[in-house]
């Protein structure tokens, strides 16, 4: 029976050459990528580095410039006692406004309780044939325009002596302001401001009319 010995050299397991070269040629690639990777961090880190340094001058330089500016133009000095007189006047102008606010709103409420003081005046005062259509107030009751009709011209003048009679209206003095005749009646016009004709120089137009 042959013996054979296992440890002859042309026996043994042997592996192909290429694979050897495979694995130095991925190291190659490896540590080119990583010269590669290591070369573009550096590049941006000391791009980040430059940027720093950069602004870090600038800022150094601006702050600079103010040093300069304030030591050239320092902060004025605030006078007490002038600020206190600039404190004591915006102190009253709030005050005027808050007075002028409660003086308006006084005021309105005036306006409206003098016009309400008026209407109930004028419905006080009874007149046979004559009838009113139309009130204005206006200039916060310091003129008054009344319109209306008659059924005879005697009417208008005692219904303006009953208006003038009156406490509300004694400060006033109405005039006849329009007068004429249309169909069986007289419109007419009397205001407290405006004073053109006489009672007696319209009644008498109007009854030349007819």
């Known amino acids: ?47 980040e580095i430059r940027s720093k340094t950069e602004l870090q001058e600038q ?4 702050n600079a410039q103010l040093d300069i500016a304030y030591r050239q133009h320092p902060e004025p000095k605030v006078d007490d006692i002038l600020l206190r007189s600039i404190e004591g006047y915006e102190s009253q102008i709030s005050r005027n406004e808050n007075v002028l606010e409660y003086l308006s709103s006084r005021k309105e409420v005036i306006r409206t309780r003098k016009l309400s003081i008026y209407l109930e005046a004028l419905t006080q005062i009874k007149q046979d044939n004559l009838w009113l259509t139309n009130v204005s107030i206006k200039k916060d009751g310091k003129s008054m325009s009344i319109k209306g009709q008659a059924l005879e011209a005697s009417a208008l003048p005692e219904y303006i002596k009953k208006i003038s009679d009156l406490d509300v209206f004694r400060s006033m003095e109405f005039v006849v302001f329009d007068l004429k005749r249309v169909g069986g009646t007289m419109k007419f016009v009397v205001s407290s401001e405006q004073q053109e004709k006489s009672i007696e120089d319209f009644l008498e137009s109007a009854e030349s009319q007819n």
């Open 1 to 47: 029976m042959q013996q054979v010995n296992l440890y002859q050299v042309e026996l043994q397991k042997t592996e192909p050459d290429y694979c050897a070269a495979i694995i130095y040629i991925i190291w190659g690639y490896l540590i080119f990528i990583g010269l590669v990777v290591s070369l573009i961090l550096y590049y941006i880190s000391a791009q």
């Open 59 to 62: 800022a150094d330089f601006w």
